[in-house]
């Protein structure tokens, strides 16, 4: 089992910038790949980011590219997101998700491809 707490959400301003951040209890986060998604009320999870296990790789959902940026904190154990320029459409649950498989049939956009999650923090972005 692995068991993740997001942190960092909170009420900012568009234009802003928020870190959040993903820590688990009892596991090494370096080793497995780690996403965040989010989910706005009404709508379907959203992919946000991914960094790769092996060699750090980052992926980035189009509506964040160039303005998120996924990150390993290996002292700390956690799996951040640096969130700038922050737009009223970010405005969501942000969750955290763990991918610990070796193989899945699903893309790592997909949120079937991710095993464990945690509990989500809210992001609000305010006019």
């Known amino acids: 089992q692995v068991q993740l707490l997001e942190s960092g959400g909170g009420l900012v301003q568009a234009g802003g910038s928020l870190r959040l951040s993903c820590a688990a209890s009892g596991r090494t986060l370096s080793t497995y790949a780690m996403a965040w998604f989010r989910q706005a009320p009404g709508k379907e999870r959203e992919f946000v980011a991914r960094?790769?296990?092996?060699?750090?790789?980052?992926y980035y959902g189009d509506s964040v590219k160039g303005r998120f940026t996924i990150s390993r904190e290996n002292a700390k154990n956690t799996v951040d997101l640096q969130m700038n320029t922050l737009k009223l459409e970010d405005t969501a649950v942000y969750l955290c998700a763990a991918d610990v498989r070796t193989f899945s049939v699903y893309t790592y956009a997909n949120p079937n491809r991710y095993d464990y999650w945690g509990q989500g923090t809210q992001v609000t972005v305010s006019s």
């Open positions: 960094i790769s296990a092996t060699d750090s790789a980052t």
